[in-house]
T-cell receptor, first 116, second 116 residues
Framework: DSGVTQTPKHLITATGQRVTLRCSPR?????VYWYQQSLDQGLQFLIQ???????AKGNILERFSAQQFPDLHSELNLSSLELGDSALYFC???????????????FGPGTRLTVL | AQKVTQAQTEISVVEKEDVTLDCVYE???????LFWYKQPPSGELVFLIR??????QNEISGRYSWNFQKSTSSFNFTITASQVVDSAVYFC?????????????FGTGTRLTIIP
């Protein structure tokens, strides 16, 4: 158990709909990353937040947005859903590694989104 | 831009055989980190190893070993005496040393099947 929680575990919805995926980082971790694992695109980085602010952006569609709240949990909002958005969405939170100029990422169990 | 190539899409071996998973990476950075993750059928991402670009020592952990060669930009993973529980998809990943933004670039994964 990484200590990162994601809800819901599974989500089934229809094309055109909007969903929200939630991530709670490990206690004290300020940074949250979102990744998408789809059949077409593989595992790819979407976006990172640090202490409420967007820090880095990857291949995130304009229909997708994210935010990080004052309690540090994060939400990934997916709108106008298409069949191709069906994927496993991972959240990770990170903490500095002692003695290294690096932050270790810990992955949550993922949310499996199915768009019908 | 970073890139990770896992040329082996699928590998099947009989239990107790040794198997090596290949990983080739591209980066312009002189400081970077390499990773291997395991994704069992249950879907979670299991961290196996992190190696920084200044540490070319090979590592062994039980039946697992990793061979890092900067000269060929490779970070290969060997499982000795494979077991059925090793059946999973294995991902190699790369992170540039950008403290505070350690987004991971993943390869496409190698699906390993251990035949009993």
């Amino acid at each position: 158990d990484s200590g990162v929680t994601q809800t819901p575990k599974h989500l089934i919805t229809a094309t055109g709909q909007r969903v929200t995926l939630r991530c709670s980082p490990r206690s004290g971790d300020l940074s949250v990353y979102w990744y998408q694992q789809s059949l077409d695109q593989g595992l790819q980085f979407l976006i990172q937040y640090y202490n409420g602010e967007e820090r880095a952006k990857g291949n995130i569609l304009e229909r997708f947005s994210a935010q990080q709240f004052p309690d540090l949990h994060s939400e990934l909002n997916l709108s106008s859903l298409e069949l191709g958005d069906s994927a496993l969405y991972f959240c990770a939170s990170s903490v500095p590694v002692a003695g290294a100029n690096y932050n270790e990422q810990f992955f949550g169990p993922g949310t499996r989104l199915t768009v019908l | 831009a970073q890139k990770v190539t896992q040329a082996q899409t699928e590998i099947s071996v009989v239990e107790k055989e040794d198997v090596t998973l290949d990983c080739v990476y591209e980066t312009r950075d002189t400081t970077y980190y390499l990773f291997w993750y395991k994704q069992p059928p249950s879907g979670e991402l299991v961290f196996l190893i992190r190696r920084n670009s200044f540490d070319e020592q090979n590592e062994i952990s039980g039946r697992y070993s990793w061979n890092f060669q900067k000269s060929t930009s490779s970070f290969n993973f060997t499982i000795t005496a494979s077991q059925v529980v090793d059946s999973a998809v294995y991902f190699c990943a790369l992170s540039e040393s950008n403290f505070g933004n350690e987004k991971l670039t993943f390869g496409t994964g190698t699906r390993l099947t251990i035949i009993p």
